[in-house]
T-cell receptor, first 117, second 114 residues
Framework: AQKITQTQPGMFVQEKEAVTLDCTYDTSDPSYGLFWYKQPSSGEMIFLIYQGSYDQQNATEGRYSLNFQKARKSANLVISASQLGDSAMYFCAMREPYGGSQGNLIFGKGTKLSVKP | ETGVTQTPRHLVMGMTNKKSLKCEQHLGHNAMYWYKQSAKKPLELMFVYSLEERVENNSVPSRFSPECPNSSHLFLHLHTLQPEDSALYLC?????????????FGSGTRLTVV
């Protein structure tokens, strides 16, 4: 079973508008971390934002915010005021600190975001 | 430049060749990782080194052989690869294999096996 599910293979957004990229996760650990990464065509994975499972408030980093709904096990990324440079693949990832994964990152399949001028 | 440097950026090799991928970080991290990214598949964790010791090997074929001589360097030795091994190989590092904080990734090596 997939641990990280990103249901949107591709998304389009108009420049300067906001966009939400969906991510749901599955874990039985009470302690975990959720990450979003951006991967432009150059291949580099760029860390965007982190949400810990015990964090009371939603994480924000500049134009990025994470809509964390723990009961629904969702961690959607919201990008406000989209820019052309935001066009890239976006990956949601989870780290479980215990068990066989040894705290390693598990990635979703990604969402390709295209920003239209 | 993220602080994690991977070389080469691109590599084309025949199935009988032997080559090595290199990863270097000077961020003071003590855990390093190799991930494989194939088209239309999630990133797959291949190897984890924490404090220079391998802590996880996700059943990767023996034609991939990692080496971590110190906390700053990580290698992936390749031999007798198959065409399906063509992919983007990403190296990452973090402070430990547990705890908060993000991983820092390199730009990857795009490998083509012919």
């Amino acid at each position: 079973a997939q641990k990280i599910t990103q249901t949107q293979p591709g998304m389009f957004v108009q420049e300067k508008e906001a966009v939400t990229l969906d991510c749901t996760y599955d874990t039985s650990d009470p302690s975990y971390g959720l990450f979003w990464y951006k991967q432009p065509s150059s291949g580099e994975m760029i860390f965007l934002i982190y949400q810990g499972s015990y964090d009371q408030q939603n994480a924000t980093e500049g134009r990025y915010s994470l809509n964390f709904q723990k009961a629904r096990k969702s961690a959607n990324l919201v990008i406000s005021a989209s820019q052309l440079g935001d066009s890239a693949m976006y990956f949601c990832a989870m780290r479980e600190p215990y068990g066989g994964s040894q705290g390693n990152l598990i990635f979703g399949k990604g969402t390709k975001l295209s920003v239209k001028p | 430049e993220t602080g994690v440097t991977q070389t080469p950026r691109h590599l084309v090799m025949g199935m009988t060749n032997k080559k090595s991928l290199k990863c270097e970080q000077h961020l003071g991290h003590n855990a390093m990782y190799w991930y494989k990214q194939s088209a239309k598949k999630p990133l797959e964790l291949m190897f984890v080194y924490s404090l220079e010791e391998r802590v996880e090997n996700n059943s990767v074929p023996s034609r991939f052989s990692p080496e971590c001589p110190n906390s700053s360097h990580l290698f992936l030795h390749l031999h007798t690869l198959q065409p399906e091994d063509s992919a983007l190989y990403l190296c990452a590092s973090s402070h430990t294999s547990q705890g908060a904080g993000g991983y820092t990734f390199g730009s990857g090596t795009r490998l083509t096996v012919v």
